[in-house]
């Protein structure tokens, strides 16, 4: 019975080394879960510029997309009625009309723009970066701003739905523009450069 009883008090020294070491591992676990989520959720663009609630002008509404609205309340779908449709494909509306300098053909602009997937997925927001403009020559950007800016006045808005053939085609872009995409872009003209 003494070995029984010898072996009994071993087990239990044996239990507790484990517990210490297993009972602060679990607690780091759950910590780094816990940045984990918090982390993500933080992460996720928040909503700027004119929504229903906040009547602010020229900043586009990073939830918009399919039935949200733009800028001006408008929907923000593709099959929005105001749209114009310019050529092969590209479809513009003017959500509020400049009053400066109209925008030439292959100019050097300053903009802020948001753009989304048909299934309302912000992909891109010069908004998110410090809500700075972006400064970029209309020679450098994909087919449908190229055609689509040209023609707005200064302090306009313009959305432009754009189809994937004057996007990124069947290559995409990223994880967040799939191949074939068809997206929809809120761009603001600040200056012409």
Same mark, same amino acid.
């Given at each position: 019975?003494?070995?029984?009883?010898?072996?009994?008090?071993?087990?239990?020294?044996? $239990?507790?080394?484990?517990?210490?070491?297993? &009972?602060? #591992? %679990?607690?780091?676990?759950?910590?780094?879960?816990?940045?984990? &989520?918090?982390? +993500?959720?933080?992460?996720?663009?928040?909503?700027?510029?004119?929504?229903?609630?906040?009547?602010?002008?020229? +900043?586009?509404?990073? %939830? #918009?997309?399919?039935?949200?609205?733009? *800028?001006?309340?408008?929907?923000?779908?593709? +099959?929005?009625?105001?749209?114009?449709?310019?050529g092969e494909g590209l479809k513009i509306r003017d959500?509020?009309?400049?009053?400066?300098?109209?925008?030439?053909?292959?100019? *050097?602009?300053? #903009?802020? @723009?948001?753009?989304?997937?048909?299934?309302?997925?912000?992909?891109?927001?010069? =908004? $998110?970066?410090?809500? $700075?403009?972006?400064?970029? *020559?209309? =020679?450098?950007?994909?087919?449908?701003?190229?055609?689509?800016?040209?023609?707005?006045? &200064?302090?306009?808005?313009?959305?432009?739905?754009?189809? +994937?053939?004057?996007? @990124?085609?069947?290559?995409?872009?990223?994880?967040?523009?799939?191949? @074939? *995409?068809?997206?929809?872009?809120? &761009?603001?003209?600040?200056?012409?450069?």
């Open positions: 019975m003494a070995t029984g009883q010898n072996k009994h008090p071993e087990n239990i020294s044996e $239990k507790k080394k484990w517990l210490t070491i297993l &009972v602060p #591992a %679990a607690g780091v676990a759950v910590l780094i879960i816990l940045v984990v &989520v918090v982390g +993500s959720v933080a992460d996720k663009p928040q909503p700027t510029g004119k929504n229903r609630e906040n009547k602010s002008e020229g +900043s586009a509404d990073l %939830a #918009a997309g399919p039935g949200t609205p733009m *800028s001006d309340g408008s929907d923000g779908s593709t +099959s929005d009625p105001g749209l114009k449709d310019i959500l509020k009309e400049g009053t400066g300098a109209e925008c030439p053909v292959g100019a *050097s602009v300053e #903009a802020h @723009y948001t753009g989304w997937t048909t299934n309302g997925n912000v992909f891109d927001s010069s =908004h $998110k970066h410090g809500d $700075k403009p972006i400064v970029f *020559s209309l =020679h450098q950007v994909v087919p449908g701003w190229q055609k689509g800016i040209p023609g707005m006045k &200064v302090g306009g808005i313009r959305k432009l739905v754009i189809p +994937s053939e004057l996007g @990124y085609g069947s290559r995409g872009s990223g994880q967040n523009i799939p191949p @074939y *995409s068809t997206l929809i872009f809120e &761009v603001e003209l600040v200056a012409i450069k």
